[in-house]
């Protein structure tokens, strides 16, 4: 295999130096944190798409990315250069996992037909390395989005054509993520939503994307394909609106539609900051309801109102999200963190792929130590008991146990003064905590 990556395997170094791009300096992969290694905790994975395929374009400039596979002009050899870059990458990056839309790893064809037979023989390629290199796929998923065909989405289109093409590219999609071993099969609506109300039957629309994913999980099920089957929230664009909103919002159609029990959450950090939410209250929504199942690993840019991908390095952010993921026991049954972010416009430098995922894997590691650090400490935990302990003995315990009456409550406060009241309130404290965990993120990081 040709060498593609003009660089060296990384390896971890330690904090002890400040220079960036010299090795990991928080991620130490067999390292055991909390009775398990921090490779097991993370379970990194190298999106496909952003990684290989990406030119770095923005809505006022085309691409920019220099690339070492870009020689190869005819589609099909380039698609096959870069199946032997991406396997160099991961092994140069020391991760175990990637992930892939059908549409990333070869050029589509005039027909279905024509399109599939392009896939396979990338995909007889990526089975080849996966044997020689253990390499693994996290997830895999189809591209009905980028397409014209999709202008009006795919699950949701009001044009049974393409409902029928999405059903069968969909089809051989499963039987990919089966032929090479996908652990989790995903499904992002990109476009599954609408524009406008005044042309758009919304409840036809979801009954549609319901009945689409049966037919999935039915199939997968009909040929042995056992993955976890996900679906990714994003509250807008390119649509206007979209129909998995927000985890709550598709949580809520997966319950409405009998999807629950096949069905977890892939979610992502950017996405949750277009809903207007934190990415840990994503990760603390689906935990709490049991439906945490993968986790897309990039951050927004406060000042920019669009999904832009970068690379996570806000240690604040990765910190809350590991510490819901420590709660949980792990990210899922079979989740990773699959890194679904891209190089900025102006790092377009084959060396600033590796650079990125190195800062998005060190972020995480370091969240990871800390939040294990406050849980071994209970510090959360002592929070909420001081806070909630009112609720432990009293009329607070009959509430909590399912016991106190509506007269009961009525009786128990009809003669209380305000004063008694308000002396039954405490302080929320919200300032110390965050200070606390700013002096654990300094403490545990500088050892």
Known sequence: MSEYWDFKKVGYVGNKTLTSGDGFHFYNPEEVILGKKMKDWLRFSV?????????????????????????????????????????????????????????????????LRETNRNLDKIVDKIVEYQKT??????????????????????????????YAYCVAQI?????????VGAENYVFWGGREGYESLWNTNMLKEQEHAAQFFHMAKDYANKIGFDAQFLLEPKPKEPSTHQYDFDAATTIAFMKTYGLDKDFKLNLEGNHANL???????????????????????NQGDKLIGWDIDEYPSALSETIAAMFEVVENGSIGPKGGLNFDAKPRRQSFAAKDLLT?????????????????????????????????????????KQIDDGKATIEEMEDYVID???????????????????????????????K
């Open 275 to 297: 809903a207007g939410h934190t990415y840990q209250h994503e990760i603390r929504v689906a935990r709490e309801a049991g439906m945490l199942g993968s986790l897309d690993a």
């Open 356 to 396: 990125g995922h190195m800062v998005g894997m060190d972020s995480f590691a370091a969240g990871l130590r800390v939040a294990a650090k406050m849980k071994e400490d209970g510090v959360i935990e002592n929070i909420l008991n001081e806070r909630y302990g009112s609720f432990n003995s009293g009329i607070g």
């Open 171 to 179: 089809k051989h999609s499963l039987e990919i993520g089966k032929r």
């Open 133 to 162: 290199t253990g390499k693994k796929v996290l997830w895999n998923t189809a591209n009905m989005f980028t397409n014209p065909r999709f202008v009006a989405g795919a699950a949701t289109t009001p044009f049974a054509d393409i």
């Open 416 to 446: 209380k003064p305000q004063k008694d009241l308000l002396a039954a309130t405490h302080s929320g404290h919200l300032e110390q905590i965050k200070d606390t965990i700013n002096h654990y993120m300094i403490e545990v990081l500088a």
């Open 47 to 111: 999106a496909y798409w952003h990684t290989f395929d990406q030119r770095l374009v923005d809505p006022f400039g085309d691409g920019t990315a220099i690339r070492p596979y870009d020689k190869y002009t005819d589609p099909m050899d380039n698609a096959m250069a870069k199946v032997e870059a991406s396997f160099e990458f991961y092994d140069k990056l020391g991760v175990d996992y990637f992930c892939f839309h059908d549409r990333d790893l070869a050029p589509e064809g005039d027909t």
